[in-house]
């Protein structure tokens, strides 16, 4: 069964960072393309970014909201993804989940963590 | 970036009802597309992809049509597990962008 585990949010003040871990079982993690989507309260589904396995090259691609800020990558030897985000603004405040990806898509969803940023 | 619109954003249907939810993208994106499913607090579900096959476990009550521009998801008989909210998602280009969603309540 895929387990995807996202951890490592909470409340950040407004141009502060913040390290989003997500921590992955019983699928081929080094194998796997993954992805980060975000929701921000009340709101719809975002998608943030994506990286490919490192057997196709480990490229990412992201939102062009991200601009810079955002860097996904992982730690193969621990089946985790990490999304790190830099220079936070309030708009960014929303559960952030990773995925599977699968036929070109999202596939297998974590819960998501919350990140709130805020003064 | 490909822009997809979805409509309508809510609709009220009865059990039993045949409900279709579109989506438009700004350019063709063959079909590059997925449809899920989000119940409140709860992770996203697929249960489209490649516009029209069935994600494995998926009630063939759900179908999904389209190709190029002009996508549809249609459930055939709308039971009571099935109120919850709609997107779509194209994958054809980066960045990948959803519709904003449709909310399925009940009449």
């Known amino acids: 069964e895929v387990q995807l585990v996202e951890s490592g949010g909470g409340l950040v003040r407004p141009g502060g960072s913040l390290r989003l871990s997500c921590a992955t079982s019983?699928?081929?993690?080094?194998?796997?393309?993954m992805s980060w989507v975000r929701q921000a309260p009340g709101k719809g589904l975002e998608w943030v970014g994506r990286i490919k396995s490192k057997a196709d090259g480990g490229t990412t691609d992201y939102a062009s909201f991200v601009k810079g800020r955002f860097i996904i990558s992982t730690d193969d030897s621990k089946n985790t993804l990490f999304l790190q985000m830099n220079s936070l603004k309030s708009e960014d405040t929303a559960v952030y989940s990773c995925?599977?990806?699968?036929?070109?898509?999202?596939?297998?969803w974590g819960q998501g963590t919350l990140v709130t940023v805020s003064s | 970036d490909i822009q997809m619109t979805q409509s309508p954003s809510s609709l009220s249907a009865s059990v039993g009802d045949r409900v279709t939810i579109t989506c438009r993208a700004s350019?063709?994106?063959?079909?590059?597309l997925g449809w899920y499913q989000q119940k409140p607090g709860k992770a996203p579900k697929r249960l489209i992809y490649a516009a029209s096959s069935l994600q494995s476990g998926v009630p063939s009550r759900f179908s999904g049509s389209g190709s190029g521009t002009e996508f549809t998801l249609t459930i055939s008989s709308l039971q009571p597990e099935d109120f919850a909210t709609y997107y779509c998602?194209?994958?054809?280009?980066?960045?990948?962008?959803f519709g904003q969603g449709t909310k399925v309540e009940i009449k």
């Open positions: 019983g699928f081929t993690f080094n194998n796997a393309w």
């Open positions: 998602l194209q994958h054809n280009s980066y960045p990948h962008t």
């Open positions: 350019q063709g994106i063959r079909n590059d």
């Open positions: 995925t599977t990806m699968s036929r070109g898509s999202s596939d297998q």
